[in-house]
């Protein structure tokens, strides 16, 4: 590992994203409740969150890190064929955690893919990269040609509420 002991702390943000593309009828057994090994996205939402704290593990050269907050949203695409994971790592510690947010986003579409993968086979976990990264010695860095999240965030799926809850005011 490369030592980072000379480094000052700074609070560190990184955003990633990628997708899984799929059947139009798996995302609508998806949305209905009706794969057989549960409730995929929030699945997908916690395995997620789980990796991004254990990227030193997966990562052989990534430094592991204390993580402040870890967020994995997975949204239904408007086109109906892909579902959208996002995820945004925050930590303050001498190094990024560009890592984090990508291996957050993989083990989510990975996750997805496993609970999908006996109704659809085809399925593809695309387009994994890097949106923006604050903190550090190289300050913003933004993907210039990225366009803002899909309008589909209307609702954060994974995040249901139990039968009967109301949403607080």
Known sequence: MVS???????????V????????????????????????VLATARLAGIQAAKRTGEWIPLAHPLGLDAVDVE??????????FVEAKVEAHARTGV??????????????????CKAIDRSMTVE?????????GKSGLWERPEVAK???AR???????????QRRPD
């Open 149 to 151: 999240p899909p309008a």
């Open 127 to 135: 387009a994994i990269r890097l949106i923006r990264k604050s903190g």
């Open 74 to 83: 997975l949204v239904p695409g408007p086109e109906g064929d892909r579902v």
């Open 16 to 39: 990633a994203r990628g997708e899984v593309r799929m059947a139009p009828a798996t995302l609508r057994a998806i949305a209905a409740g009706r794969v057989p090994k549960g409730d």
């Open 98 to 115: 560009e890592m984090e947010a990508l291996v957050a986003v993989a083990a989510a579409g990975l996750t997805l893919y496993d609970m």
């Open 154 to 164: 209307r609702k954060r799926p994974g995040r249901a509420r139990p039968r009967g």
């Open 4 to 14: 980072v002991a000379a480094k000052p702390v700074t609070h560190r943000v990184c």
